[in-house]
């Protein structure tokens, strides 16, 4: 056996930054080149590579090897410990290892039930392991290998595999990610980005989540839980033009036309470079509906026949994605939301119809008696995936309607999500944007709506059951507690607004004398920017307004 020891301290990562979920607080490099399999005992990491085809004994604030020995497979991959004894999943033969640690003697022996086992765990009474081939997790007997019960992967490519004593964690080469995953059901509850291109074993240790990188050859110890709640990351600079235009093809003429533009605001994923800049050929002034959305009007006396008037607005910021990192346990009860939330939130509106048997009977079958206002939204958010399908049907119906034909647009979605949601008690509101469309050089003329849910603790989350309804775990989960740098989010409401209608982005109302038949089109335009420039003209408009 080669004898190795690795004296490189850890070099910390997040020094003088807030840490967050998924940061790396240090880092070194693994014993041999192949690493795979992890797992965590007594203090100690302990690591199998699978090209020296040996087990390695960790000091975990060093990074220095205390021990080694020969692995019983040639193709060592999965690795946990049961508090007793190591476990060892060997792809070459098919098996499983149970060895004392002590004298590095096999003792026994079981099947393996997946024909390519990447990474095992222990969760106190049985072992989970990740089937790289296909795409699944399973929990199984240590009698025998029977599997207890399966189900699929966040994504695909599953490696990695932990248990911190109530979730499992799992890392995904193909996406490049780490997931925390609900062990009862295989959802995601959050992920982040794995801390190099190929994470494979994965162990918890203290409070900490350790990786070994395949590729980098690295062993990296991860933060999983902090204080802070969401990260922002890989902003996007873009200008947009949004215009709103209104034609007239008579015979009579509109005596009067009021335009509404949605006023979008900033937020810590939003931030402007350039506020926007009102265009048209008549005056305009600021309002606000009952929701507390900021509308700019403008009125027209008259519009003749064959005529078109428009407003617009030109702007330009930055847009990056946002992720909550949200644990149900720190999620606080129902009454611990505010009553002025309550009071806003929870009332019934035409399009949610929450007194209806469809609703009140969905709610019913969804919710049962669940009383975490987190696993309460995300029962809601599983039943209707698994009960509609997108599809954009004509005009928008009510939530009831929706749910019984079984399909409907992202608006459609949005009233079922908000109509459970209020008639389980929990706040409920909806969010409209203007999306990119491919890429950062594009138009829309779509447009996207989403939900927000009141989470105690965490405040305000989104949450997209149009976006999410997909098959994967890990692509239901991205729409959860996840937003896109893709969207300039205008609109911010409970229902139907005094202005904008059921409407967002805008929405327009008019008077006629005679017979007039309408066109309304609206646009949104986008072009990317220079994202130097951007920065630098944003810190000059934080300083001066500072000054």
């Given at each position: 056996?080669?004898?190795?020891?690795?004296?490189?301290?850890?070099?910390?990562?997040?020094?003088?930054?807030?840490?967050?979920?998924?940061?790396?607080e240090k880092s070194y490099p693994t014993p041999y080149s192949c690493p795979t399999g992890m797992?965590?005992?007594?203090?100690?990491?302990?690591?199998?590579?699978?090209?020296?085809?040996?087990i390695y004994k960790i000091d975990p604030a060093t990074g220095a090897v205390v021990s080694q020995f020969d692995s019983p497979g040639y193709?060592?991959?999965?690795?946990?410990?049961?508090?007793?004894?190591?476990?060892?999943?060997?792809?070459?033969?098919?098996?499983?290892?149970?060895?004392?640690?002590?004298s590095h003697v096999s003792?026994?022996?079981?099947?393996?039930?997946?024909?390519?086992?990447?990474?095992?765990?222990?969760?106190?009474?049985?072992?989970?392991?990740?089937?790289?081939?296909?795409?699944?997790?399973?929990?199984?007997?240590?009698?025998?290998?029977?599997?207890?019960?399966?189900?699929?992967?966040?994504?695909?490519?599953?490696?990695?595999?932990?248990?911190?004593?109530?979730?499992?964690?799992?890392?995904?080469r193909g996406k490049d990610q780490i997931y925390m995953v609900w062990p009862e059901t295989g959802e995601v509850i959050l992920m982040f980005d794995a801390p190099d291109k190929y994470a494979w074993g994965l162990a918890i240790l203290g409070d900490k989540l350790y990786c070994a990188d395949y590729q980098s050859d690295s062993l990296y110890a991860i933060i999983t839980d902090d204080d802070e709640i969401?990260?922002?990351?890989?902003?996007?600079?873009?200008?947009?033009?949004?215009?709103?235009?209104?034609?007239?093809?008579?015979?009579?003429?509109?005596?009067?036309?009021?335009?509404?533009?949605?006023?979008?605001?900033?937020?810590?994923?939003q931030k402007f470079v350039e506020r926007p800049v009102y265009v048209s050929s008549v005056e305009h002034d600021f309002i606000e509906d009952q929701w507390g959305q900021k509308v700019a009007r403008f009125?027209?006396?008259?519009?003749?026949?064959?005529?078109?008037?428009?407003?617009?607005?030109?702007?330009?910021?930055?847009?990056?994605?946002?992720?909550?990192?949200?644990?149900?346990?720190?999620?606080?009860?129902?009454?611990?939301?505010?009553?002025?939330?309550e009071e806003k939130y929870l009332v019934n509106?035409?399009?949610?119809?929450?007194?209806?048997?469809?609703?009140?009977?969905?709610?019913?079958?969804?919710?049962?008696?669940?009383?975490?206002?987190?696993?309460?939204?995300?029962?809601?958010?599983?039943?209707?995936?698994?009960?509609?399908?997108?599809?954009?049907?004509?005009w928008w119906n009510i939530a009831?309607?929706?749910?019984?034909?079984?399909?409907?647009?992202?608006?459609?979605?949005?009233?079922?999500?908000?109509?459970?949601?209020?008639?389980?008690?929990?706040?409920?509101?909806?969010?409209?944007s203007i999306a990119q469309r491919g890429d950062l050089a594009s138009e829309d003329e779509v447009f996207h709506r989403w939900c927000q849910v009141y989470l105690p603790n965490y405040g305000w989350v989104p949450v997209d059951p149009s976006g999410g309804d997909q098959e994967k775990p890990e692509a239901q989960a991205r729409y959860i507690g996840h937003l896109s740098n893709r969207y300039l989010v205008t609109t911010v409401g409970g229902g139907g607004s005094d202005y904008l209608g059921w409407g967002y982005n805008s929405y327009d109302s008019w008077k006629s004398a005679g017979p007039c038949k309408i066109y309304s089109e609206n646009l949104g335009e986008w072009a990317p920017t220079d994202s130097a420039q951007a920065v630098s003209r944003m810190r000059m408009g934080e300083e001066n307004k500072m000054k």
């Open positions: 056996m080669k004898s190795v020891f690795i004296a490189l301290f850890g070099l910390l990562l997040v020094s003088g930054t807030m840490a967050v979920t998924g940061d790396v797992a965590a005992g007594g203090g100690f990491l302990y690591l199998a590579d699978c090209k020296s085809d040996q193709r060592p991959q999965g690795l946990a410990f049961d508090g007793k004894h190591l476990w060892l999943a060997d792809v070459e033969n098919g098996l499983i290892y149970q060895i004392d640690p002590g003792v026994r022996t079981i099947w393996c039930p997946a024909e390519r086992p990447a990474g095992l765990a222990w969760d106190g009474e049985y072992l989970w392991l990740a089937d790289s081939q296909a795409d699944k997790l399973l929990k199984i007997s240590t009698e025998d290998g029977t599997t207890i019960k399966d189900f699929a992967s966040p994504s695909g490519n599953p490696t990695g595999l932990a248990y911190d004593g109530t979730y499992l964690w799992i890392a995904d969401y990260k922002t990351k890989d902003p996007v600079y873009e200008s947009l033009e949004y215009t709103h235009q209104f034609r007239n093809y008579g015979p009579g003429t509109v005596t009067d036309l009021n335009i509404y533009l949605a006023v979008p605001e900033s937020s810590p994923r009125h027209f006396d008259e519009v003749k026949s064959g005529d078109m008037v428009q407003a617009s607005y030109k702007t330009e910021v930055e847009l990056s994605e946002h992720w909550f990192f949200i644990r149900p346990e720190k999620v606080g009860s129902l009454k611990d939301i505010p009553k002025k939330i509106d035409t399009k949610f119809a929450i007194e209806s048997e469809t609703i009140k009977n969905a709610v019913k079958k969804a919710v049962n008696d669940e009383t975490n206002p987190y696993w309460m939204m995300r029962k809601i958010f599983r039943y209707i995936i698994d009960n509609m399908y997108y599809e954009r049907v004509g009831p309607t929706v749910l019984e034909r079984g399909n409907g647009s992202c608006s459609e979605y949005s009233f079922v999500f908000i109509a459970m949601c209020r008639a389980a008690g929990l706040p409920a509101r909806y969010e409209g």
